[in-house]
Structure formats: structure tokens, C-alpha cells
């Protein structure tokens, strides 16, 4: 399986930015995907989930700012982030888990949020 992340970038504080991940797996397989991301000096952190079944999950300091997103018919998840902060710079991962368990990564993409 095959993820390849797109959109990052270098945007000012409260402006917005998409990314998104583009993944091989076949559709009846995926059972959750998401984004994590890490900053410098930092471990890495689930930033939102989203099931088969389409609940989302979000992190605390992520609520009401990102919107997980999912389309199916390209194989595709995305992260719209809004009212971006100097905390959100990091290199942001997608993750593709399958239901039999099986996670698979994505290369990350620099996310740079300056004040």
C-alpha cells in the first residue's frame, strides 16, 4: 500500500492550508484513516481520525479549526485547517489502517505556520 501527502506549506497565523493524502488501498479494506503530525523535538500525535462509517475524531487543540475529510471514489483523505497557529507547524503524516490491523504511513508533509 502506497500513501503519497500533498499541500503543505509555509502560511502566516490565522490563514488556512489543505492537505491531503492520496492512498492504494482498496475502499472495503480501510477502516480508519488519519493525520498525525510531529513537531521538532516532539513525539508524534494523532490530529484527527476518521472511520468507515465517517465519525471523526479531533485533537483538543485542533477542535473547530481542522475538518477531516474522506472521498472515496478518488481514495483520498484530507485536512482542511483553518485559523492556523505557530503551535501547528509540524511535518503532518497520513495513516491508512486497514481492518485487518494493518497501519501504513505516508512520507509526511511540512506544514510551517510563522507569527
Known amino acids: 500500500v502506497q500513501l503519497q501527502a500533498s499541500g503543505g506549506g509555509l502560511v502566516q497565523a490565522g490563514e488556512s492550508l489543505r492537505v491531503s493524502c492520496a492512498h492504494s488501498?482498496?475502499?472495503?479494506?480501510?477502516?480508519?484513516m488519519g493525520w498525525y503530525r510531529q513537531a521538532p523535538g516532539k513525539e508524534r500525535e494523532l490530529v484527527a481520525s476518521?472511520?468507515?462509517?465517517?465519525?471523526?475524531n479531533y485533537a483538543d487543540s485542533v477542535k473547530g479549526r481542522f475538518t477531516i475529510s474522506r472521498d472515496n471514489t478518488k481514495n483520498t483523505v484530507s485536512l482542511e485547517m483553518n485559523s492556523l497557529k505557530p503551535e501547528d507547524t509540524a511535518v503532518y503524516y497520513c495513516?491508512?489502517?486497514?481492518?485487518?490491523?494493518?497501519?501504513?504511513w505516508g512520507q509526511g508533509t511540512l506544514v510551517t505556520v510563522s507569527s
Open positions: 476518521i472511520t468507515r462509517g465517517g465519525t471523526t
Open positions: 495513516n491508512v489502517r486497514s481492518i485487518y490491523g494493518t497501519g501504513f
Open positions: 488501498m482498496s475502499t472495503w479494506e480501510v477502516n480508519v
